[in-house]
């Protein structure tokens, strides 16, 4: 499923410039990862957007949806080849094979190769012939059957999607919250020595932490969240159950009550 899902996303919204199309990428990643949704085409995406972003939760008026099933492609070309500036390679994989083939150029306009029949090529002399590769696996994992690791996996590929300037929430043993909120300072790191934060918390060398700003709800709405500026904390990304894409980063800030629940619903699923 990850295959057909990367697919997907990594030819839609492509620029990083595109703000709109990554938030869209950024929430279906988490979609996926907490296996909230199944994404394996360009429908898929669309309709995950539409039952799922439609209504706003942030400053944006309203967001708008098009899907559009098919793309005319038999154009004629306008444009001659010009040498040596279309050096992209073209790669493609075979299932349960464990080789691979290459050519230095991608072919975009004949029927063979839009019907996936690579091989009969019809712009060949252009393109240049498939080279094979044999694929070598460097470094094999073992898997322990008796040890769960899907929560250890989303922990860390959630934490590869945390950027600095985001508010995300961790987990927390304090009897009184459940969870705290962070403005993440910078991207996910490994301590090279023990580190004390300014909170007093005490972290080892090696472990992988997010440094950042707290949250302090202590006002009169329980969802209401005012900046800590002053004291830096540390916290190992282990502890990070839930990105909050549309909330900015801002002084004061007032969580929805939907995705308090969704934090919740996270801890609940670590436990």
Same mark, same amino acid.
């Given at each position: 499923?990850?295959?057909?899902?990367? *697919?997907?996303?990594?030819?839609?919204?492509? @620029?990083?410039? %595109?703000?709109?199309? @990554?938030?869209?990428?950024?929430?279906?990643?988490?979609?996926?990862?907490?296996?909230?949704?199944?994404? &394996?085409?360009?429908?898929? #995406?669309?309709?995950?957007?539409?039952?799922?972003?439609?209504?706003? *939760? $942030?400053?944006? *008026?309203?967001?708008?949806?098009?899907?559009?099933?098919?793309? !005319?492609?038999?154009?004629?070309?306008?444009?001659? !080849?010009?040498?040596?500036?279309?050096?992209?390679?073209?790669?493609?994989?075979?299932?349960?094979? =464990?080789?691979? #083939?290459?050519?230095?150029?991608? /072919?975009?306009? /004949? =029927?063979? /190769?839009?019907?996936?029949?690579?091989?009969?090529?019809?712009?060949?002399?252009?393109?240049?012939?498939?080279?094979?590769?044999?694929?070598?696996?460097?470094?094999?994992?073992?898997?322990?059957?008796?040890?769960?690791?899907?929560?250890?996996?989303?922990?860390?590929? #959630?934490?590869?999607? +945390?950027?600095?300037?985001?508010?995300?929430?961790?987990?927390?043993? %304090?009897? %009184?919250?459940?969870?705290?909120?962070?403005? +993440?300072? =910078?991207? !996910?790191?490994?301590?090279? +020595?023990?580190?004390? %934060?300014?909170?007093?918390?005490?972290? !080892?060398?090696?472990?992988?932490?997010?440094? @950042?700003?707290?949250?302090?709800?202590?006002?009169?709405?329980?969802?209401?969240? *005012?900046?800590?500026?002053?004291?830096?904390?540390?916290?190992?990304?282990?502890?990070?159950?839930?990105? /909050? $894409?549309?909330?900015?980063?801002?002084?004061?800030?007032?969580?929805?009550?939907?995705?308090?629940?969704?934090?919740? &619903?996270?801890?609940?699923?670590?436990?």
């Amino acid at each position: 499923m990850s295959r057909y899902y990367n *697919k997907v996303i990594f030819l839609i919204f492509s @620029g990083s410039q %595109d703000a709109a199309g @990554g938030l869209l990428k950024r929430q279906a990643d988490i979609a996926v990862l907490r296996g909230r949704a199944t994404i &394996q085409n360009a429908s898929d #995406l669309y309709n995950f957007a539409v039952m799922n972003m439609t209504q706003t *939760k $942030s400053v944006c *008026k309203r967001r708008l949806f098009r899907f559009v099933e098919t793309i !005319p492609r038999d154009t004629n070309l306008s444009y001659q !080849p010009v040498s040596n500036i279309r050096l992209v390679y073209q790669v493609i994989v075979r299932d349960n094979r =464990d080789e691979i #083939l290459i050519r230095e150029l991608s /072919c975009f306009s /004949c =029927d063979k /190769c839009a019907s996936h029949i690579y091989e009969e090529c019809e712009n060949i002399s252009n393109t240049g012939s498939f080279t094979k590769v044999k694929m070598i696996n460097e470094t094999p994992r073992v898997v322990d059957n008796n040890e769960d690791t899907n929560p250890e996996i989303e922990r860390e590929e #959630l934490s590869d999607l +945390v950027s600095s300037g985001q508010v995300i929430a961790v987990y927390t043993d %304090d009897s %009184d919250n459940d969870y705290y909120l962070i403005k +993440v300072m =910078d991207c !996910p790191h490994v301590l090279r +020595v023990d580190t004390t %934060d300014s909170w007093g918390s005490i972290l !080892p060398t090696g472990t992988s932490v997010i440094s @950042g700003l707290y949250y302090d709800n202590n006002t009169s709405s329980p969802l209401l969240y *005012k900046l800590v500026s002053k004291k830096k904390a540390i916290v190992p990304t282990e502890s990070i159950v839930y990105i /909050c $894409s549309e909330i900015d980063a801002t002084r004061n800030i007032q969580l929805h009550e939907d995705i308090h629940l969704s934090i919740l &619903q996270c801890i609940n699923e670590l436990k």
